[in-house]
T-cell receptor, first 109, second 113 residues
Framework: GQNIDQPTEMTATEGAIVQINCTYQTSGFNGLFWYQQHAGEAPTFLSYNVLDGLEEKGRFSSFLSRSKGYSYLLLKELQMKDSASYLCAVRDSNYQLIWGAGTKLIIKP | ETGVTQTPRHLVMGMTNKKSLKCEQHLGHNAMYWYKQSAKKPLELMFVYNFKEQTENNSVPSRFSPECPNSSHLFLHLHTLQPEDSALYLC????????????FGNGTRLTVT
């Protein structure tokens, strides 16, 4: 079967750096997405990786290693507003999106 | 404003009621989706429409009935639901390209009593 694994919950301190990991086992690979979802709100698109390496967008970066079936989302200079759930999703060989259950990130002052 | 608008935001219904969820997208996308989101579970894809044609029905019970009158509007008609159907129902839209992200609405929080 197809599977996406993410930690259920993480805690970090304001101003620090946190890395949220995502490992996947899917039938084929056609890209990996990260989304942010604040409680009671819509998931919003953060990043897309299809080739190996690091994509940087301001305070957020996303890394992909296709050979290892592994990605991470790196958040720098954490702010209280970064408290949210972070969802990892992979497009498989049929272009279907396979979703992880999400990682709830709690930022403490 | 997300570009994808869902109504209502909250809905409480009894098991014998009939209700409908509405979704509208203002982004010019040609694909629309219904997802179910339950606590601590991955998003579950329910239905997909491309250019108003249903292209996917992921073994969803018939008590959920989608309707897509045009590429900007999507409905989910609910009938004789069960308490386990209580969840957040998310509508999304996208362009029909592999690197196109989904744009989600804020969802309808459904409670079945």
């Amino acid at each position: 079967g197809q599977n996406i694994d993410q930690p259920t919950e993480m805690t970090a301190t304001e101003g620090a750096i946190v890395q949220i990991n995502c490992t996947y086992q899917t039938s084929g690979f056609n890209g990996l997405f990260w989304y942010q979802q604040h409680a009671g709100e819509a998931p919003t698109f953060l990043s897309y990786n299809v080739l190996d390496g690091l994509e940087e967008k301001g305070r957020f970066s996303s890394f992909l290693s296709r050979s290892k079936g592994y990605s991470y989302l790196l958040l720098k200079e954490l702010q209280m507003k970064d408290s949210a759930s972070y969802l990892c999703a992979v497009r498989d060989s049929n272009y279907q999106l396979i979703w992880g259950a999400g990682t709830k990130l709690i930022i403490k002052p | 404003e997300t570009g994808v608008t869902q109504t209502p935001r909250h809905l409480v219904m009894g098991m014998t009621n009939k209700k409908s969820l509405k979704c509208e997208q203002h982004l010019g996308h040609n694909a629309m989706y219904w997802y179910k989101q339950s606590a601590k579970k991955p998003l579950e894809l329910m239905f997909v429409y491309n250019f108003k044609e249903q292209t996917e029905n992921n073994s969803v019970p018939s008590r959920f009935s989608p309707e897509c009158p045009n590429s900007s509007h999507l409905f989910l008609h609910l009938h004789t639901l069960q308490p386990e159907d209580s969840a957040l129902y998310l509508c999304a839209s996208s362009q029909n390209r592999e690197n196109s992200p989904l744009h989600f609405g804020n969802g309808t929080r459904l409670t079945v009593t």
